[in-house]
């Protein structure tokens, strides 16, 4: 005679569920005469002592007991050497997994969005797959005033039919926490990610502005009366970079409007911050106009036109650095383009596009 095995069905229950849960328990048909079965058990805590109590029973008008009922010290009949009794046989079959767990986390989604867009810009939140089981969270925010009082509220939740809230909601002074880390759940998931970010000291938490020239790009549109004589840029460190522009103008210019443009990379350069029509002559005069005059302070210290109309002759930008430390306009960390057209005389003369990198980084005091 040939014996065949098929499940019919389980049942697995925790009767302690800080302890021990059930994430799978259940059949799964592979043939119409054969079912196999899958067992998730997490085990909470290390243990170092168990018994197996168990008890075989057969269908007669109800299940019955047969085979009798044995308990078992789980470790004593794990022993190579051990006895093969009945009770090993069944656990032989139907037990592979250690009694001590091994975890495994992976991020399935992030989301982030910014409930005050004056104070908190989110540059980027996004996962990145690193193979088919681990991926990891980037996450960049800008802050844009400083923080010296800050509370988290943190909740966990777990899905079953829909997600439930699970291990309780709780409201901690952050700034406190990070003077001394004792409050039990937030210090376990601090313990996870405080290597992988830079807000690991105390409060305020502020940001301290880079800005690195990338690229510069001139053309004169009139050789006649606009030439350039240099255009370009000059690594003085790693981060650092100056830009230096000479340009020759061969006849005085008295009536000068600029068309003022930011853009930000974003799959290309997009318009950002406006665009703007600006008479330069009444802006000398007067340095009024209010985006314009942000870089104008910036500029002005490393040029030789920095006087009233009329302009001429060799104008110069000498090492323009831009050292925006104490920069407060909200701006976020990204890849932008100043893009400047000059018109003498209402006919377009020149123009400059001029690529920066601005980021934002948390300072430590």
């Known amino acids: ?62 299940y019955k007991p047969w085979l009798g009922k044995h308990t078992v010290d789980y470790f004593e009949t794990m022993k190579p050497n051990e006895k093969l009794t009945l009770c090993v046989i069944f656990m032989g079959v139907f037990f592979t997994s ?29 996962l990145r797959a690193i193979s088919r089981n681990k991926t990891v969270l980037n996450t960049d925010i800008s802050l844009l005033y ?13 899905r079953a039919n829909g997600y439930k809230p699970w291990l309780g909601e709780y409201t901690v ?29 105390p409060c305020p938490f502020e940001m301290i502005a880079t800005v690195k020239w990338t690229n510069v790009i001139c053309q004169s549109r009139n050789t006649t009366w606009v030439t350039f004589d240099k255009c370009r840029l000059r690594a003085i460190s790693r981060n650092k970079t100056v830009l230096n522009i000479d340009i020759n103008v061969h006849f005085p210019a008295r009536s000068i409007t600029l068309y003022w443009q930011m853009q ?5 350069y997009k318009p950002w911050l406006g665009r703007y029509t600006i008479d330069y002559c009444a802006f000398l005069r007067k340095t009024n106009h209010p985006v314009m005059k942000i ?9 030789n036109f920095n006087h009233p109309c009329p302009i001429d002759g060799l104008l110069i930008i000498k090492d323009l650095f831009w050292d925006a430390r104490n920069f407060s306009l909200p701006f976020p960390s990204g890849d932008y383009m100043l893009h400047l057209t000059w018109l003498f005389d209402k006919r377009q003369q020149y123009f400059q596009k001029i690529y920066f990198t601005f980021h934002q980084d948390l300072f430590k005091d």
């Open 173 to 201: 002074d952050f700034c406190a926490f990070m003077r001394k880390t004792n409050h039990p759940v937030i210090k376990i998931f601090w313990n996870l990610s405080k290597d992988f970010t830079n807000f690991d000291h």
């Open 295 to 303: 870089f104008w302070d910036v500029i002005k210290d490393f040029i």
């Open 264 to 268: 930000k990379r974003e799959n290309g």
């Open 98 to 126: 250690t009694v001590h767990m091994i975890t495994s986390v992976k991020f399935t989604n992030a989301i982030c969005e910014s409930r005050n867009t004056s104070w908190v810009i989110v540059n980027g939140c996004r």
């Open 146 to 158: 400083p923080v010296h009082n800050l509370h988290l509220n943190f909740k966990m939740q777990k």
């Open 1 to 62: 005679m040939g014996a065949t095995v098929k499940f019919t069905n389980a049942i697995c229950d925790s009767k302690n569920t800080t302890w021990v849960t059930f994430d799978l328990c259940r059949l799964r048909a592979i043939s119409r005469n054969k079912t196999v079965l899958s067992v998730y058990t997490n085990i909470l805590y290390p243990a170092y002592n168990v018994h197996l109590n168990f008890q075989m029973q057969k269908r007669a008008n109800g």
